[in-house]
């Protein structure tokens, strides 16, 4: 059996790892809370949005509340908050285990993307703005929430 085939049988049949498989759905009274401090990541262009959370220097977090938003506002992290008081979210989901998550099926355009803790109020929220396009790269996104102080 060529390599190629025998790749694909395995993702049929479930045992590929794919990066870009969905997490599972957060429950509407699950969302984020923060520590002290607003992180602000720079805004990128992907094709897919999806990516890896840790909290500190301990590595991949499961359970953080990862959402998005549709967002056509600035990079001002406190007016971010305030959208985000009377914003719906488009949908949010839990890390996997392994601190993965990912949404394969936003359509073009401009997201805001809130992730946290729900249990936690000692660790940071962290706010990115991505722009999602067809021709995006797809690469996982480093998301690291640090400790609050």
């Given at each position: ?9 395995l ?28 992180i ?26 990862v959402?998005?938003?549709?967002y ?17 979210r488009?949908i ?11 949404f ?46």
């Amino acid at each position: 059996m060529r390599p190629q085939a025998l790749i694909l049988l395995l993702c049929v049949v479930g045992l590929c790892t794919a990066s870009n498989a969905s997490c599972k759905k957060a429950r509407p009274e699950q969302t984020p809370n923060g520590a002290n401090e607003l992180i602000v990541l720079e805004e990128r262009t992907v094709g897919v949005l999806r990516g890896i959370v840790s909290i500190g220097a301990g590595g991949p977090a499961s359970d953080v509340v990862v959402e998005i938003y549709r967002y056509n506002g600035g990079t001002d992290g406190l007016k971010m908050q305030e959208f985000i008081k009377s914003a719906k979210r488009s949908i949010a989901c839990l890390t996997s285990k392994n601190g993965r998550f990912a949404f394969p099926q936003l359509k073009p355009g401009r997201y805001l993307l809130r992730a946290g803790t729900v249990t936690s109020m000692g660790i940071n929220e962290v706010y990115a703005i991505f722009k999602v396009t067809q021709a995006g790269t797809t690469h996982d996104i480093e998301i690291n929430l640090p400790l609050g102080t």
